[in-house]
């Protein structure tokens, strides 16, 4: 079996992080394979926001937190995130941030950093609790976050789940 069959294989979403930053070059990659991903007719309508700063991390939990009527929100204490962000016009943005988050999973796990999608941004960007932070960290106003990667070591003590499940139908 190839490595990136092994690493899409091996990949699983964490949940729980250690305190150990993820390097910087590592986060470049990460962007970096976020950029190649394909999408819609290749627009690339996309930006990606790097957060390593555990203040702004806070504060953005916070705000999703209180939007959302979950106090202590944490998205599970990454020690860094990667924000996708798309033109809220683009026809294919909600995907082709799919793409871009996927990469940055499979690239995160060949480096042996963990990674989980965090979804709750999805339909409250533009809310008041919401969209100032964003605005701070650099994300524009005529754009959406469908989905970013939180990102971290994973701690020893979590194993990570795996679910059987879908099936595949050859048709010859």
Known sequence: MNETMK?????????KFTDKPVPEEILADLAEAAMHAPSGMCRK????TVVSNKDAIKKLCRAIGKEL???????????AVIIPSNLKDSPFGKEDNA??????????????????????????CDKEEIRPVLCELGIPDDHIVYGIAALGYADPSY??????????NFVR
């Open 69 to 79: 009527g979950r106090e202590g929100y944490d998205m599970y204490k990454p020690t």
């Open 99 to 124: 793409c871009a988050l996927q990469n940055i999973f499979l690239a995160a796990a060949s480096y042996g950093v963990g990674s989980v999608w965090i979804n709750q941004l999805q339909g409250i």
């Open 159 to 168: 194993a990570g789940v795996y679910r059987e499940g879908g099936t595949v």
């Open 45 to 48: 309508t996309w930006r990606f």
């Open 7 to 15: 690493t899409i294989l091996e990949r699983r979403s964490v949940r």
